[in-house]
């Protein structure tokens, strides 16, 4: 009965013991962020898997291109801002998230928003004809072309594709875009930098604990790339909307979505 032998012990107890308590609060804080993602997301892979017949004409495109520019802008910006609520719909269901003040919220929303939606726009792309799903067919940038930003939609496609072709399973995406949101905590106007700080801790614990375990730990470094080109596809998008409201300042102010204008406006 060695006295130090069992204080040993009992120190490497309650070591397994703490180990045990964390990846348990680690799997029980991916579990509801998964499920907050399956309950906001408008379709489910095998739904789009079997959609993917489904390709926009060459008359249909062609009646997308002879849209006006405003006419166009207006479409996109209502259709963005569709996707866009869902993600605030996610937001609101993310343990870490809920807890946070209205301000900080609305800030992690500003910069994360837009950035979750071109993650989740991956999951709508069919790498082979490089295609997304969009107005319930599959489209290529040419169906685009009255936006007058064919720089923007070659990024987001080629951002898209990237993304992918990393074949993310749908448990590492809702993780991954749960952090995404959480990810901009260099920003100026938080009140509680803090907390945030370490919402963002315990959703990146989780999703590298995901990724070893899936044995996919190299997916970490490839997806942390990808956080970089999304900050500059976001700063292009603003870029052009400054650019398009300069040009048709009446449509931004009383044809676009409220939303819309309230996040990037
Ligand atoms: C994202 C995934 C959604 C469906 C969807 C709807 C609108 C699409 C968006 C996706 C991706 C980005 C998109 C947008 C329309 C315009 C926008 C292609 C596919 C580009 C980047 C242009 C931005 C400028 C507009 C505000 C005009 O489930």
Request: glycine share 4%; proline share 3%; with cysteine.
């Amino acid at each position: 009965k060695d006295p130090y032998l069992i204080k040993i012990q009992n120190c490497v107890l309650k070591m397994s013991e703490g180990l045990t308590v964390l990846e348990r609060h680690e799997e029980e804080l991916s579990a509801s962020i998964v499920r907050s993602h399956r309950e906001t997301t408008q379709y489910r892979p095998e739904e789009l898997q079997a959609l993917r017949w489904k390709v926009f004409s060459r008359e249909e495109i062609h009646a997308y291109q002879s849209k006006s520019v405003d006419e166009m802008w207006q479409h996109c910006a209502v259709r963005l801002t569709d996707a866009v609520q869902y993600v605030v719909e996610f937001a609101k269901r993310i343990p870490g998230f809920r807890q946070l003040c209205q301000n900080d919220q609305i800030a992690l929303l500003k910069s994360g928003s837009m950035e979750v939606v071109l993650v989740r726009m991956s999951r709508m792309f069919n790498t082979e004809n490089n295609t997304v799903f969009f107005d319930g067919k599959f489209a290529g940038t040419e169906l685009f072309k009255s936006l007058a930003c064919s720089d923007l939609i070659a990024a987001v496609f080629e951002f898209a594709h990237n993304l992918c072709v990393l074949r993310l399973t749908e448990q590492q995406m809702a993780v991954f875009t749960a952090l995404v949101l959480l990810n901009a905590v260099d920003r100026p106007c938080l009140e509680d930098r803090e907390r945030v700080q370490r919402a963002r801790r315990d959703v990146g614990l989780a999703l590298s604990h995901i990724l070893h375990r899936d044995n996919q730990g190299s997916l970490q470094h490839k997806l942390f790339q990808r956080v970089q080109e999304l900050e500059s596809l976001c700063a292009l998008h603003i870029e052009k909307l400054r650019w398009f409201r300069q040009l048709y300042p009446l449509t931004v102010h009383s044809l676009f979505p409220p939303l819309y204008k309230e996040l990037f406006g």
